[in-house]
């Protein structure tokens, strides 16, 4: 019932920032969460940022919550992850997901559907 094309990805240097978005089909938007998540070669998929459905509620994970910003706009159908300062540590493909049942989740398996995700590379 959704689907979800990311962009926004690209490569930047150390300390440059990139607002990464994510576009979603159909008229249901508003009633999913939504986060963000990133894989770095040789890790397991990371959760980064999540957004409820009013845009009421945000969390992060540490490492990021005080240069990152996950935003939403239900009238467009889109999410965004501003990401400011970025570090080489940054770098990986980054996927946006959306959930159905209320609640904050940093696990991917309670996510409903995926982006196809989009690649940032930070140089140093």
């Not at 920032?17 to 397991?44: D, I, K, N, V």
């Not at 945000?58 to 005080?66: A, G, L, M």
């Amino acid at each position: 019932q959704v689907q979800l094309v990311e962009s926004g990805g690209g490569l930047v240097q150390a300390g440059a920032s990139l607002r990464l978005s994510c576009a979603a089909s159909g008229r249901a938007f508003s009633t999913y969460a939504m986060g963000w998540f990133r894989q770095a070669p040789r890790r397991e998929r990371e959760f980064v940022a999540f957004i409820s459905q009013s845009g009421g509620t945000t969390d992060y994970i540490d490492s990021v919550k005080d240069r990152f910003t996950i935003s939403r706009d239900n009238a467009k159908n889109t999410v965004y992850l501003q990401m400011n300062s970025l570090k080489p540590e940054d770098t990986a493909v980054y996927y946006c997901a959306a959930k159905l049942a209320w609640g904050i989740s940093k696990r991917s398996s309670s996510y409903d559907y995926w982006g196809q995700g989009t690649q940032v590379t930070v140089s140093s």
